[in-house]
């Protein structure tokens, strides 16, 4: 069993920063791609950022230049800075993990933290 347990959310007025930590444990034999999606009241999940294992990253467009995501192999742990943010940027923000086993790769994804911002 993997578990991806975020936190790091709450409410912000519009302007200002939070910082998301998403940590993993249990059975991790090889943790590959991480990265933070987001879905918003009525809307698809969308993705947000991502990271390799090696610190390639990839950012949605509407993001670009505000959120930074970054991981700590050591500590099995992804982060996203949050800056200048946006009321549209307010969601439930999920973790995901692609762990690699022998066997294969498999997704998983925590639980969820939200992130309100006020205008």
């Known amino acids: 069993q993997v578990q991806l347990v975020e936190s790091g959310g709450g409410l912000v007025q519009s302007g200002g920063s939070l910082r998301l930590s998403c940590a993993a444990s249990?059975?991790?034999?090889?943790?590959?791609?991480m990265g933070w999606y987001r879905q918003a009241p009525g809307k698809e999940r969308e993705l947000v950022a991502t990271?390799?294992?090696?610190?390639?990253?990839n950012y949605a467009d509407s993001v670009k230049g505000r959120f930074t995501i970054s991981r700590d192999n050591a500590k099995n742990t992804v982060y996203l800075q949050m800056n200048s943010l946006k009321p549209e940027d307010a969601a439930v923000y999920y973790c995901?993990?692609?762990?690699?086993?022998?066997?294969?790769?498999?997704?998983?994804w925590g639980q969820g933290t939200q992130v309100t911002v006020s205008s």
């Open positions: 995901n993990a692609d762990m690699g086993y022998p066997s294969g790769s498999y997704g998983y």
């Open positions: 990271i390799t294992s090696g610190g390639s990253t």
């Open positions: 249990g059975s991790i034999f090889r943790l590959n791609i």
